[in-house]
């Protein structure tokens, strides 16, 4: 998403589109991948979260908005943080779970 924001900046209309496009992909995948039916309130949450994300991004791509862009990214990087704080989290919580076993 940075570098689809720099290249609407540089005008280079080829990397912002290949850039935006990978994005949504991702996000795609990561809302074909969550389990609504298992996940409760978190995987229902962040289908919501994708989905907005989704077409905020389709909206970017054609304004080409990079302030919007630039909100999208501090959006994605809280989560991106918020993830890996839960999988530090878990990783230190393995020995005890695995002895309660």
């Known amino acids: 998403m940075r570098r689809a ?8 209309i080829e990397i912002r ?6 994005a949504r992909e991702i996000l795609s995948e ?4 969550l389990d ?3 996940g409760g309130r978190i995987a ?3 289908s919501m979260l994708y989905g907005f994300l ?12 990079t302030l919007r862009l630039g909100r ?3 959006i994605v990087n809280t989560l991106s943080s918020a993830f890996s704080i839960a999988a530090r989290q878990l ?11």
């Open 30 to 33: 990561l809302l074909g991948t």
């Open 36 to 38: 609504i039916d298992h």
């Open 17 to 22: 589109v290949e850039n935006l496009s990978r």
């Open 54 to 65: 989704l077409s905020e991004l389709v909206d970017v791509g054609i304004r080409r908005d």
């Open 5 to 12: 924001q720099t290249a609407m900046r540089t005008e280079q």
């Open 91 to 101: 990783e230190d919580a393995m020995p005890a779970l695995a002895e309660s076993a």
């Open 44 to 46: 229902h949450d962040l």
């Open 72 to 74: 999208l990214i501090g």
